[in-house]
Nanobody
Framework: VQLQASGGGLVQPGGSLKLSCTPF????????IAWFRQAPGKEREGVSC????????YYVDSAKGRFTISRDNTKDTVYLHMNSLEPDDTAVYYC??????????????????WGQGTQVTVSS
């Protein structure tokens, strides 16, 4: 399985972006897929996760109500819709995948495969 993350860019405060994570491989629907982010000088933190049963989790309080994670099984893609973006959302965003049938987790160490990261910059 490989992961490809895309959709980052430069956006003004209050704007929106949609990140995409496409795992190439089998058993897409049976894996938890999460988004993490890492800002300069800070530790990588879990943002959101979607489980094999499509339960969703949001780990950053400031993102609740603004970010939405979803899965499109017809396209084998997981999305992170980000609205009302703020400068503090500026970071490299990574998608990551857990092993088969594992539950969501906010810990980076629980994920065994990572995408290459996509830069999100929120600035006027």
């Amino acid at each position: 399985v490989q992961l490809q993350a895309s959709g980052g860019g430069l956006v003004q405060p209050g704007g929106s972006l949609k990140l995409s994570c496409t795992p190439f491989g089998e058993e897409f629907n049976a894996r938890s897929i999460a988004w993490f982010r890492q800002a300069p000088g800070k530790e990588r933190e879990g943002v959101s996760c979607i489980s094999p049963g499509d339960n969703t989790y949001y780990y950053v309080d400031s993102a609740k109500g603004r970010f939405t994670i979803s899965r499109d099984n017809t396209k084998d893609t997981v999305y992170l819709h980000m609205n009302s973006l703020e400068p503090d959302d500026t970071a490299v965003y990574y998608c990551a995948i857990r092993k088969y049938r594992s539950a969501c987790s906010r810990s980076p160490g629980d994920y065994y495969l990572w995408g290459q990261g996509t830069q999100v910059t929120v600035s006027s």
